[in-house]
Structure formats: structure tokens, C-alpha cells
């Protein structure tokens, strides 16, 4: 049996708790997740839902917790990727809009900037101290990987997303290692 436990916190106990508990056993129920089958299990996931994303975040565990959610063989999301993406989303500027989340088949997650189908950043952050960008800009395009430390998002990214967002010229360039 697989246990997947979301714990969520919220400044409005008295109100809101009620409702979040309600939302996240409505959505597990209507996954068609089958946590009896899957292998043992057992995750604890803090997930603090008066952040950003936070219910986005919340739904997408429960969506994708076990093996082989997406009927192609991917991995379930990886505990320390969910918290890494918390703290990726937290450490984000103010100014930065906020990115349209997604699974990763290796059990990571992806967050995206989509101004178009030729301007777009994606960051897929994983379980490690590293995470790995991709950008198309028009005709220019690239990839590279840098290091989150869960507190401070290199430059190099946010300049990136800075430069998708608000209509300017990305100047995000592989690092050196990379090139």
C-alpha cells in the first residue's frame, strides 16, 4: 500500500483549512490513482498553500504520486523535487509572474513561461542541487544547467524569464562548463 500525506498550512485555520482539506480529498478522489497497488510508500509533503501555486503544486503530488501515472512508464514525482519547487517558487521576485506547473516523466517538475509557442523558459527542477533551463526566444534558443541552492535562484535564470516575460531580448547564455 502507498501512502501519500499532504500536510498544508494556512494563516486562516479557522475558515480555510476546512475548505483545503475538502479540495485536496476531492482531488484525490477524483484521480484514478490505485495507491492500494502501488508499491510501500510512504511520503510526508509540507506544502504550504497560502504560497503561490501552492494548491497547483498540492494537486499535481496527488495527480502524478505514484509510478507510471501517465501510462508511459514515468516515475512518481520525487519528494524532494516537490519541496525544491516550493522553494523555487518562493525565491522567485515579485516581479517574475508566476509559471504553469507541470510533471516531469524522471520525477521532477517543470515550471514554465510561456509567452508564445516561439518565446518560452522552462525549468525542470529536480531532487539534486542543480536545475536544468531551456529557452526559445524566436530563432534563439538554448539550455543549460545551474545550481539552486533552495534559497537563491542564479541570475542567469531570472534574467532569462525576465527577458520571456516582458518582451525583451534574452541575454541567458549556457555557463561555462556548458558551452
Not at 157 to 169: A, F, L, P, Q, S
Request: charged share 20%.
Amino acid at each position: 500500500m502507498a501512502a501519500v500525506s499532504l500536510s498544508y498550512n494556512h494563516n486562516d485555520e479557522s475558515v480555510q483549512c476546512c475548505q483545503y482539506q475538502d479540495i485536496l480529498r476531492q482531488a484525490m478522489s477524483e484521480s484514478e490513482l490505485k495507491l492500494a497497488n502501488a508499491p510501500i510508500v510512504e511520503a510526508v509533503i509540507d506544502i504550504d498553500c497560502d504560497m503561490p501555486l501552492g494548491f497547483d503544486l498540492a494537486a499535481l503530488v496527488i495527480e502524478c504520486s505514484e509510478p507510471d501515472w501517465d501510462g508511459a512508464g514515468a516515475n512518481a514525482l520525487d519528494v524532494s523535487a516537490v519541496l525544491n519547487a516550493q522553494n523555487f517558487i518562493r525565491a522567485l521576485p515579485a516581479d517574475i509572474p508566476m509559471p504553469d506547473l507541470a510533471p516531469d516523466p524522471d520525477g521532477s517538475i517543470s515550471l514554465d513561461w510561456i509567452q508564445s509557442q516561439h518565446r518560452l523558459f522552462s525549468v525542470s527542477v529536480g531532487p539534486g542541487a542543480r536545475i536544468a533551463y531551456a529557452w526559445l526566444d524566436g530563432g534563439e534558443r538554448g539550455h543549460a544547467v545551474a545550481p539552486f541552492d533552495g534559497d537563491t535562484i542564479p541570475a542567469r535564470v531570472i534574467e532569462g524569464i525576465r527577458g520571456i516575460m516582458h518582451h525583451g531580448k534574452t541575454t541567458v547564455q549556457p555557463c561555462q562548463h556548458c558551452r
